[in-house]
Structure formats: structure tokens, C-alpha cells
């Protein structure tokens, strides 16, 4: 089943088109990812799927149901969660504040402390630390609190915007190692990523994006030996 489908979308800021006729599906179960250069516009296509930018036209489809132009919490409440860019977690709130917040519009009071000892669990920095200001984490430990605060919301779909950002390699390393876990515990995933090779080494399918436009399509393994993507994003290798 496709749990998201973007269908000829096209996004604008004033009269810039920044999304062009976007065409994308991600199948339950599956990561997606989404690669392209600065100012591509994966950015502007994350925050059309939340319903932070409305398309000027096309359509987007959770389960076969549109949600273009709903309000971003009823889009969270329906499954699909945002890790934005840049991390933007609750930098005067604890650790484990922060985490409470992800499940806010959860009520089952018993799976929250059953996912809340699960994120412990993989991520043991994050228990150690969880009475500590989330704003004196290390750039790596902030994303992996994003990326816990969103599994804490249990979202059926999550959206990573570039996670492995201004983080050093290991700890890139380790970001790509928690999204495939996410995975594999049952959540589908949709990447957007500037760095295109560890990307493309943990998706199984991969949609290459230039100036609101997707280029390229194709399995993840496919695109990644492509030899105009190699030379464009894999640093020609
Ligand atoms: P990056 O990796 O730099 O975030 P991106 O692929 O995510 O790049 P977008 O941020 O989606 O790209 O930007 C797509 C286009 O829209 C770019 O030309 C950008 O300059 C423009 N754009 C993005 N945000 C705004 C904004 N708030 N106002 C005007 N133009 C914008």
C-alpha cells in the first residue's frame, strides 16, 4: 500500500515556484529518500506533506485520503511526523521533556511509558541525560532526541530532513544506523538527504530532485550507480 503520494504538486513562495509537478509515492514499510542539491526544494517538499505550505496545485494523499492543506497537528494526529531540519528541539526543557512533548497527542498513557523506555533503551545517552537541559547536548545527541521525540509521537510515517546535517562522520553513521532500525521496528521512512551516498545505502528506492523537479527515479541501488548521479552527488566515484 502507498502510505504517501504526492501527485503533481506544485509549491510557491510569492511567485517563485519552488515545487514544480512533484510526483512521489512511498510504499508502508519501505525508506524512500529523496536526494538533490541545495535549493532543490526537498525542504519546501517536507513541508507540504506537513501542511506547513499548502500546494498551489496537485495533491497530497495519506492512505489514499488528501491531505493537502490541512492543518499540521491533524496531519501529525494521522500518523505523519516531521523531523525538521536543523534539529529545533526544546532547548530550555529536558531530555525527557522534550521526549514527553513528542507523545502529546497520544493518550495511551501505557504505550507512552512502553515507547518512552524503548527510545531509552536505543538511545542510552539520552537516559543518562534526561534531566538535562536538551540545549547543552552535543549537535549528535540533539538529533537523536529529534529523532526519539518522533518516534515518541508513533508515527506511522516519519520525515527526516537532512539528520545527518553538520554532524561529524561517526555520528553520521550512527543517525543512518537508528533511521534503519526505526525501519525495521515497523515505521516508513522518507529521507531527505544531501548526502547522497549514505542515503542511498540504507533506502530502497530514491528519487533525485533538481530545481523542483524530480530528474531520476529508480531502486536506491540503480540510482546510486548511475553514473550521472555519481557524478553529480557521489563526488564522481
Ligand atoms: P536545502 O538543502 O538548502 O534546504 P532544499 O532542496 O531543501 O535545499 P528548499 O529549501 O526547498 O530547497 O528551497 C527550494 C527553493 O525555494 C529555493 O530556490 C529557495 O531559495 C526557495 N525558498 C525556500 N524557502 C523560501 C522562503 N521562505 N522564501 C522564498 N523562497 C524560498
Excluded: C, W
Excluded at 26 to 36: A, Q, W, Y
Excluded at 44 to 67: Q, R
Excluded at 121 to 145: H, K, V, W, Y
Amino acid at each position: 500500500m502507498m502510505l504517501l503520494e504526492l501527485k503533481n504538486v506544485e509549491a510557491a513562495y510569492g511567485n517563485i515556484k519552488a515545487l514544480k509537478g512533484i510526483n512521489l509515492s512511498v510504499p508502508e514499510g519501505k525508506i524512500v529518500t529523496l536526494i538533490g542539491a541545495n535549493g532543490a526544494g526537498k525542504s519546501t517538499t517536507m513541508k507540504t506533506i506537513m501542511g506547513i505550505m499548502k500546494p498551489i496545485a496537485g495533491d497530497v494523499l495519506f492512505k489514499g485520503e488528501s491531505i493537502a492543506g490541512m492543518k499540521t497537528h491533524n496531519i501529525v494526529r494521522k500518523g505523519v511526523v516531521l523531523v525538521p531540519e536543523g534539529r529545533q528541539i526544546l532547548q530550555n526543557m529536558t531530555v525527557r521533556e522534550n521526549l514527553e512533548m513528542g507523545a502529546y497527542q497520544r493518550n495511551d498513557a501505557e504505550g507512552i511509558k512502553e515507547d518512552l523506555s524503548k527510545v531509552f533503551e536505543r538511545f542510552p545517552r539520552l537516559f543518562e541525560r534526561q534531566g538535562q537541559f536538551a540545549g547543552t547536548l552535543s549537535g549528535g545527541e540533539q538529533q537523536m532526541l529529534a529523532i526519539g521525540r518522533a518516534v515518541m509521537a508513533k508515527p506511522e510515517v516519519m520525515l527526516l530532513d537532512e539528520p545527518s546535517m553538520g554532524l561529524a562522520p561517526l555520528v553520521v553513521q550512527q543517525i543512518f544506523d537508528v533511521i534503519k532500525d526505526i525501519n525495521k521496528m515497523g515505521t516508513t521512512v522518507l529521507l531527505v538527504e544531501q548526502n547522497a551516498r549514505k542515503a542511498l545505502q540504507i533506502a530502497d528506492y530514491a528519487y533525485v530532485m533538481e530545481t523542483g523537479k524530480i530528474v531520476m527515479e529508480g531502486p536506491a541501488q540503480e540510482v546510486a550507480s548511475n553514473p550521472d548521479v555519481m557524478a553529480a552527488y557521489l563526488g564522481g566515484k
